[in-house]
């Protein structure tokens, strides 16, 4: 349901209940167009006309939501992992790091999960396969935050609709 309408030019910016906006072309044919006809008729009023700085405002907003989706997405996709088991990770790594630099080292989780696991491993082939995976995850996680922290700064530094607009995810 519309919560506010602003006159953008010649189109509208909306918002709605759920606090998402929307930029809706003045086209007969559009159905959000049609959408804002009807509220007006039912007495919603739309807004004078946005400022410049209202709609880089905006946009910058809404580009931002947009990158920090993407980011979410993508962070989630780098691994099968379950929450529990990425919440060991840190003492996985720390405990093989540790045990192969000196292995007399406790290192209970990786004691745990050789047992369990069960697979004819030895130690040293569990603590450089939890070393390997940590330096891949990491790898391929800074390069996934580096591009955002970059898109962002991009966002930031942003002075006009267009240059928001020209910011892609790619």
């Not at 990770?89 to 209970?108: G, I, L, M, Y």
């Amino acid at each position: 349901m519309i919560q506010k309408c602003k006159k953008n030019g010649n189109d509208y910016l909306v918002t709605y209940d759920n606090s998402k906006s929307l930029f809706v072309p003045n086209l007969d044919e559009n159905r959000h167009y049609k959408e804002i006809l009807e509220w007006v008729k039912n007495g919603g009023i739309v807004e004078e006309e946005f400022t410049e700085k209202e709609m880089i405002d905006t946009a910058i907003k809404e580009k931002k939501i947009e990158l920090k989706n993407s980011f979410n997405t993508n962070a989630s996709l780098i691994t099968t992992a379950l929450p529990h088991e990425m919440a060991s990770w840190d003492k996985q790594e720390s405990q093989a790091r540790a045990w192969n630099d000196d292995n007399t080292v406790v290192t209970p989780i990786i004691d745990e999960l050789l047992t369990a696991r069960n697979f004819g491993e030895t130690k040293q082939d569990l603590v450089n396969k939890i070393i390997g995976n940590a330096d891949a995850y990491e790898v391929v996680y800074g390069q996934l935050l580096g591009k955002y922290q970059n898109l962002i700064s991009q966002v930031d530094s942003a002075t006009t609709i267009a240059d928001v607009e020209a910011i892609i995810l790619g």
